[in-house]
Each structure stands twice: as C-alpha cells, then as structure tokens.
C-alpha cells in the first residue's frame, strides 16, 4: 500500500480536480440515469420499473430512433474526415515555416473557439438564408439557390461545413504532430528525388499515423456528441422534417420536451455504448496502419 | 423595533387586500422579513416590465414582504418548470397553460384554491365561464389572468392600399382568397396577401372544427380525419399556386421564428395567424395599423374557433407560504393599480370591474383587441376539453409532416394519413 501510495500519489493528486468533479458531480447522476433508462418517469411523478420496455421500444418500434442515429452518422461520416482533412492541410502550409506563425495559428484556431456559440449557429442560419451571402454570391453567376438551412435534402451540409470551418484544435495536434517528424527524413527524400505527394504519403503520412489516430477518436466522439450548433439551426426540434434530427437533439426533445427523462436516460445509455464501440474499433483497427516510433518490435 | 416592523406590516398588510390580518394572528411570529414568494411566468419584454411592476406595487403596499420574480421564454418554461417540479423545488406561483392544467393537478403537483375563496382569493367580479376553465375534478386550481381566442391580424395600410374589403368577422375561406390575391397583385414582388397556414396546427385544428370533427374528441382521442386535413392542404395548396400566399421555401424559413420576423411585422405578407392577446405585442412591433379578423369561416360549416384561457396563474404544493402566496394571486386580478399596470397584455381580464375599469384609458390596440373579443362572442363554439397528454408531441409531428407536403417531398394525400396514423401512435403512447 505503501509502496503504491509512493508510486501513484502524485498521479492522483494532479487527477484530483477532474476526479473529484467526477466522484461528486458526475457520477450520481451517470447511476440515476441508468435506473431512470429502466423505469417510466415524467419527472413530474414518480419513476416507474419497466425492465427493459424502454429499450425495446427504442429497437422495435421507434422510427424516430433510426432517423436520428441516420442522421448523426451521416453527420459523423462527412464531417470528421472533412474536418481532419482540412486541418491537416492548414497544419502543412502554417509549418513551413511562414513569418509570425502565432498570430496565424490564433487566427485559425479562433473559429474553434466560437464555433461552439450561439451567435454562430445564429449567424450560420443568416448564412445560408434564402436571402444570404451564399445566396448572394451565387447569384452573382446567375445561379438561384436555395433556402439551404429551411431544405431538409441540404440542411445538413451547411453543418457538416461549419464543422470544416472549426478544424483549429486537430490542426494544432497535427502541428505538433508535424514538427515532431525529423527534416532529415525530408532531405534524404529530396536527394532521392522524391516528389512532393510522393514524400507526403510515404513520409508524413505514416509518422503522423498515431497523431491522425488520436484526432479521429477525439473528433468522432466530438461529433457524436454534437449539439447546440444543431440545436440552433434546427429550431431545437430537429426541423426541417427531421432533416437534422441528430440523436442528442432527440435525446434532449424526449426528455425536455416530452418529459420522458426515462426514454431518454434509455437512448443516452445507447449513444454511449455506441460511441464506446466505435472507439473500440477504431483502436482494433489501428493496429494495423498506426505504428508508433517507440514501439519494440 | 420588533414590534413596530410588526404593526407596520400588519397594517400594511389590511391596506393591501384585505382580509389577511386574521389569518395573519395566528402563529408565524417571524412574520417579517422571510415572508418570501415566488412567482414564475413565461413572458416577452413587455410583460416582465408590467409583471415586475405588479410585483414592485405589492412590495409597497407589503413591507417585509419580498416577491422574486422568474422568467424566462415559452419555449424553455417547461423545461425548466419540469425541472423544478422533479427537484421539489417549484415556485409559490407559477403561470400555468390550458394545455398543461391537468397534467400538473393529477401529479399533486398544483394546490386547490377552494379554501382561500371569500377569505383570501375574491372574484365576486369574475365571469363564470373565465372561472370554470380552471377548474379540474370538481376544484378550482388555476385563477385566469386573461382570455383569447384565435385572431387572423392584418395590416389595415396594406389591405386599403390593395382596395380589398372584408368583412373581418363573417368572411369565408374564399373572401380571404380573394383578398390576399388582391394584395399579392398590388403589392410588390415577394410581399404576399396571407401567410401559408400549411405549417400551422392551430389553423388545422380550427379547419377540423369548422368541418364539424374536431382534431380531438371529447374522451381526448384523434378524431380528426384524413379526408379533411388533405381539404386544407389543398385549400392552401391553391393559395399558393394562386399568389395568395408565399412560396414553400419561405414559410418553412419562417419556422419557429419570433413575433419580430413574423411576416406582418416584417411587412412580407399582410395577414397572419395569431392568439389575440398577442395583438398588443404586434401592433408595438408595427409602423402601420394592425387589425383583427377571425378566421375565415367555412360555407355552411361549424365555428372553428374558442375562447380560451391564455394563461393562469397556480399555487404550487412546494409554496412555503401558500397565503401569502394567494394574497398576491387576489390582488394581481384585483388590485386597480396592478390590474391596470397589467392591461390586456395577458388577455382580456375575467373580471368586469377590471375590463370597465380599464376602459377609459385602453390604447388603440387594446381597443381592437376588445373590440374583436366583443365581437366573436357569439361566433365562436364551445371551449373543447384540455388536449390529451402527447398533444405537444403531436404538434411537432404535424409540422415534420406537413414540412414534407408543403416542400412536394410527400403528396398530399399520403402526408395526411401518415400524420393522422402518427397523431394516433403518440396519443396511444402517451396515454
């Protein structure tokens, strides 16, 4: 004990912060909410027992369900490697090595920062308006387009394009990640007369592997969690006709709404075994196009 | 000093509403500074200012006494009343919707006033229609703090520059036809006669009436069918086809928008849809004048619309100081410096000695909505019972399907037996 203590205190010490958040903040809820997923509970009575009606409902009978978990991977789909590409290619142009990098860095990186606000989501639906710049910049070749936010076949892709525009923290983990890969490597390549995507897929690609690896898990979960730019955009209902009914938006609608805080508590319980599969598999597959500099083998 | 805050507020007290002092002998010696209520209401800009006037004048009159108004929008109320109501930890007072009465009586979550009546809560003054509407199994639960219907406002500017004319309280659904394709035509590009009710429930749930089958039945079960819901579909089918009213793209861009962009605000369409309470609130959003008509009527069909209560106001089972609490209930429908600081924002007041008390002094708006609500008397049908539980959801499901007509990703025929099959499934649910 002793000896563990030795060893891990200073570990649990610096955890303690977010520790202890979890232990009293956190965790309560997280067990209420996985009894309230068995139960009935209008959070105006009492909670009800229902075993797992809830969750069969949930697989059997609710459409909705399956919209929205269509929905969400779409969303999850196009908008993760739109992102990740976007923010390696900005990452690849700021580290060579251009004059007052900083300012640049901040620059891209302060879409990030506001992206998760309201006046975003806010602006974005003026965006992309009938009457909005888009629109108007269309126009300007003769082109009508549509009222793409109020469109149920377009609405989603004005989000999965607000996504691209919030590349600012995976591009500074790519940045790290670059800057981490010795200029030799790059030298040697030249020597070789080595074209430029020639030295990009057989040099930067695979040492940024395990940086690429931690920004697809980061930013899937990030995705499967999307809310409040949803929440916005779609009036908080998921319209137009459930065009951007993501499953936290129904998630949030059943409990708040509705009032069904059991349901809900059912389909929170199910995202989280979903992102924790798709997590599982990512790293399954990691072995086999991920390798780590240090790895002994 | 103990005694004198005593007397003071004793006295204060009597001024106020009267008939407290007794009940205020007995016990609570500490009667003085944690007399504390709440009061919780959704409300928009204008009514916070009056409302928390109100509570400032009852401070006044109350030494001692400290009232902590809450607010927030209608669209995060229930949350957050759902909230409080789980956490046990409502307000004293809280604005209670027509919609949301039962729900709240039959979860014990609302107190009855039955006990406070003629000693407390006096509403010798109130119409017996206003007070019956709050009342669940045989107890009264919720005061009304106003009444309305529903209202098609129009810009009167508009509508007398196109030259059109209506009768604003007996016209059918083709007279409006006619007059919004005048406007359309007199107006300039993208400004249009009506705004599109395709999106709009309330407007089904009117149509069902005038096609004499309700949405809801009166046992609370979906009676609405699908051969009259494609009618008004295809009605506004045609209003829009014909000019009468805007293209698709633009209602559903309308959707869930605030008073401030609604079309007649915006001078976009010259006719809207709306609660006549909200009348006020429009016409200070508007340059030009706002009229109210019904909705137009069916040939030969039923009365579509009802006078409801807008809102009422409930004293809730976690009220610490439940007398106090329906103290200021009395004097928020009583008191004649509260009742004219709240006007008819709220709706038009239950009690007659209000009503001729604000008469005298009501704006040109107020005076429209009163006229309107006079007028509609006799041309409005009976006051349905509450929507069943999961008629919100419904709501939501109407405006998803309906999404779909308006925009031609589902004809109008399969759209309206998919929603009457989903009201069906939700209702059942729900129950």
Redesign the interface.
């Known amino acids: 004990m002793r000896k563990f203590l030795a060893k891990n205190a200073p570990g649990y010490v610096f955890l303690s912060p977010w520790l202890i958040g979890f232990l009293f903040l956190a965790l309560g809820p997280i067990l209420v909410s996985l009894y309230l997923s068995f139960t009935k509970y209008?959070?105006?009575?009492d909670p009800r027992w229902v075993g797992l009606s809830q969750y069969e409902y949930m697989f059997t009978k609710d459409k909705r369900f399956w919209k929205s978990l269509q929905v969400t991977f779409t969303y999850v789909i196009l908008a993760v490697p739109a992102r990740l590409a976007f923010a390696l290619m900005i990452a690849m142009v700021l580290d060579k090595g251009i004059r007052a990098i900083g300012i640049y860095r901040a620059l891209y990186y302060l879409p990030s920062i506001l992206g998760a606000s309201i006046a975003i989501a806010i602006l974005w639906r003026q965006i992309f308006?009938?009457d909005g710049v888009v629109n108007a910049f269309l126009s300007m070749f003769g082109i009508q387009g549509?009222?793409w936010?109020?469109?149920?076949d377009t609405s989603l892709y004005t989000l999965v394009v607000l996504a691209m525009w919030q590349f600012g923290s995976p591009m500074l983990i790519f940045l790290a990640g670059l800057r981490g890969i010795s200029p030799e490597l790059y030298e040697a390549a030249e020597i070789d007369a080595a074209s430029k995507p020639r030295q990009f897929f057989a040099i930067t690609l695979p040492l940024l592997a395990p940086v690429i690896f931690f920004n697809i898990i980061l930013q899937t979960i990030e995705a499967f969690k999307t809310f409040s730019s949803a929440f916005i955009i779609s009036?908080?209902?998921g319209?137009?006709?459930?065009s951007l009914l993501f499953f936290t938006i129904y998630l949030f609608?059943e409990a708040?709404?509705?009032?069904r805080?059991g349901y809900a508590s059912a389909l929170a319980w199910t995202l989280l075994v979903i992102i924790g599969a798709f997590t599982a598999l990512s790293f399954f597959a990691s072995k086999y196009w991920v390798h780590y500099e240090n790895e002994k083998d | 000093m103990k005694k004198f805050n005593r007397r003071k507020i004793l006295k204060g007290m009597a001024i106020g509403t009267g008939g407290v002092a007794a009940s205020s002998m007995f016990g609570t010696s500490a009667f003085a500074a944690d007399e504390r209520i709440r009061h919780f209401w959704w409300g928009n800009p204008s009514r916070d200012e009056r409302t928390y006037k109100v509570i400032d004048l009852f401070k006044g009159a109350n030494a001692g006494v400290e009232v902590s108004g809450e607010t927030v929008g209608w669209g995060d109320y229930w949350t957050k009343m759902a909230t409080q109501t789980a956490g046990k930890n409502m307000a004293d007072l809280v604005q209670m919707d027509y919609r949301f009465l039962f729900e709240y009586v039959r979860r014990g979550a609302l107190l009855p006033l039955d006990d406070y009546f003629n000693n407390t809560l006096f509403l010798d003054d109130f119409d017996k229609s206003a007070i019956s509407g709050g009342i669940v199994d045989g107890k009264l639960y919720a005061l009304n703090i106003g009444s309305n219907s529903q209202v098609c406002i129009y810009n009167t500017a508009m509508v007398e520059a196109a030259g059109a004319e209506f009768d604003p309280i007996n016209w059918s659904h083709k007279d409006q036809m006619a007059v919004a394709q005048k406007i359309s035509e007199s107006t300039p590009d993208g400004v249009h006669g009506v705004d599109d009710a395709t999106l709009d429930n309330v407007m089904w749930e009117v149509w069902s009436r005038q096609s004499g089958k309700p949405f809801y039945g009166p046992e609370g079960t979906v009676d609405g069918t699908v051969a009259d819901l494609e009618k008004f579909w295809e009605h506004w089918a045609e209003m829009r086809a014909s000019g009468a009213a805007p293209d698709a793209e633009h209602s559903v861009g309308k959707l869930g928008s605030k008073m401030a962009e609604s079309g007649v605000v915006t001078q976009e369409t010259a006719m809207s849809y709306m609660w006549s309470n909200q009348i006020v609130g429009v016409q200070s959003l508007s340059k030009d004048i706002i009229g109210a008509a019904m909705h137009p009527h069916m040939d030969g069909g039923d009365p579509g619309q009802f006078i409801k209560p807008s809102m009422f106001m409930a004293l809730t089972r976690d009220s610490k100081n439940p007398e106090l609490a329906v103290q200021y209930m009395n004097a928020w429908v009583n008191d004649a410096e509260a009742t004219a600081v709240l006007g008819l924002e709220r709706g038009i007041p239950a009690s007659s000695k209000v009503r001729d008390a604000l008469a005298p002094n009501f704006s040109d708006a107020e005076k429209v909505s009163v006229d309107y609500f006079n007028a509609i008397q006799t041309k409005v049908g009976t006051l349905s019972p509450p929507p069943p539980k999961g008629a919100g959801e419904t709501q939501d499901a109407y405006v998803r399907v309906a999404t779909n007509v308006i925009l031609g990703n589902t004809s109008i025929k399969d759209g309206a037996t998919a929603f009457i099959d989903e009201a069906n499934s939700i209702i059942d649910r729900a129950s």
């Open positions: 209008d959070m105006i009575g308006n009938i549509p009222n936010i109020a469109n149920p009036n908080g209902d319209s137009p006709a459930d609608n708040f709404k509705f009032f805080m």
